[in-house]
């Protein structure tokens, strides 16, 4: 006699698949991240850019992402989460591998690589946290910050393996077009197990909604609650991003370090992070957001305090463990509470992460130009006035009052 399995098993079957789909496109997406982040020194030298035309260069990244997020909303609604994180790995891959192979040709190419690379990292962000909201809610519990957890281990594998290329003097062009393809292949084959969008979540609603009409768009972006999450957002990112950008060029110029002492400082932070968001799934679950990520900005702060002012690369490395924490949840934190309400997650996640990607944009040629008044380590005391603010506004992300979110505590 054969046994076959019920619709329950096969449906359980098709969570947990689609469970382990999420954690890898958050995981390739960190990875592919932290490995054009390991190579900014080589690429600024090589380009012979100071702090404020490094900066400008870093922009095309938040442009490209800017604009993607944009539109991300109706994209997403359209094609489904599964179709653009798809279609946004290709992009992303030939994106790095233009950075990768143009940089000796010059500053435009990188620019344009950078671009394609920051267009594809915001639809794709966009596409993998409603697919993550939808699992989230099907599961039942809260388990986004540890999706953004995938993204960190993506993160510290490509910082630990950049670090390893930078040692060993492997080429910029091998080592980035190599890991673009490895990222952008795996991604693609694994998103194949996401669930369709239109799977009914709790209460039967669709996870991303229906498809946003130009006037809905425009009426995401009138909801105050949604545009204090996204201004919430803007600081952890630019918390976040800062890091990523600045901590190995700063360990380098501040603390006169070598290359590999500052890439492994920046691998610090990134670890940091992800231990952050493993573990914060039981903080938030006891405690609720708006505690838990107050505390984590009051750590942030004292990291920064470290890092900045700290008077050896042994104290900066401290810091770079707080500010790494602290900076963990904010963002799939405010993720989650954007997508409190299945049926406008895809618009909201948009307006939200857009606002956000601002950080990107602003961020870069923000502490360049500081630093070329003061130094880059000097120039990132502008994080912690961001930090404030994100303190003040966590109220904006309690859970909604008819929110299905698992976590309803303040």
């Known amino acids: 006699m054969t046994l076959t399995a019920g619709p329950a098993a096969t449906t359980d079957r098709s969570l947990r698949a689609a469970t382990r789909a999420v954690y890898a496109a958050f995981i390739w997406s960190g990875f592919a991240m932290a490995s054009w982040a390991t190579r900014i020194p080589q690429i600024r030298d090589d380009l012979r850019l100071g702090p404020s035309q490094l900066g400008l260069v870093l922009v095309a990244i938040a442009v490209g992402s800017i604009i993607s997020l944009v539109l991300s909303g109706q994209i997403v609604a359209r094609l489904g989460s599964r179709a653009t994180v798809s279609a946004m790995a290709l992009l992303l891959t030939a994106g790095l591998a233009v950075v990768a192979t143009g940089y000796h040709l010059g500053v435009p190419p990188v620019v344009l690589g950078l671009f394609a690379f920051g267009f ?23 388990i986004m910050p540890r999706f953004h957890a995938g993204y960190s281990v993506g993160t510290v594998a490509g910082a630990l393996l950049g670090t390893a290329m930078v040692a060993l003097k492997v080429p910029v062009t091998a080592h980035l077009t190599a890991f673009a393809v490895l990222a952008g292949v795996s991604t693609f084959v694994m998103v194949r197990a996401f669930l369709p969008d239109d799977a009914p979540a709790e209460g039967g609603v ?154 990107f944009l602003g961020g870069p040629p923000l502490i360049g130009l500081l630093g070329d008044h003061m130094s880059v380590l000097r120039a990132l005391i502008a994080i912690p006035v961001l930090l404030t603010v994100a303190f003040l506004l966590a109220g904006a992300i309690r859970p909604l009052p008819d929110s299905s979110q698992t976590s309803a505590r303040v």
Request: hydrophobic fraction near 55%; include cysteine.
């Open 120 to 142: 594809a990292n915001g639809a794709w962000d966009v596409a993998m946290n409603v697919q993550g909201a939808l699992v989230e809610r099907r599961l039942g519990r809260a």
């Open 206 to 359: 669709p996870a991303g909604g229906d498809a946003p009409k130009k006037g809905r768009l425009l009426e995401f972006w009138t909801e105050p609650r949604t545009l204090l999450v996204g201004v919430f957002v803007l600081a952890f990112a630019f918390t976040e991003g800062a890091g990523i950008d600045w901590i190995a060029v700063a360990v380098i110029d501040g603390y006169d370090a070598p290359a590999a002492v500052g890439t492994l400082a920046f691998t610090v932070f990134l670890a940091a992070m992800t231990a952050g968001r493993w573990f914060g799934p039981a903080l938030l679950d006891r405690f609720g957001r708006v505690p838990v990520v107050r505390a984590l900005a009051v750590i942030a702060l004292a990291g920064l305090a470290l890092f900045i002012f700290g008077p050896n690369t042994p104290t900066a490395y401290a810091g770079a463990l707080l500010w790494g924490t602290g900076a963990s949840l904010g963002f799939p934190v405010a993720m989650s509470a954007a997508s409190d309400d299945p049926a406008r997650a895809a618009g909201r996640v948009s307006v939200v992460a857009s606002i956000g990607y601002c950080a």
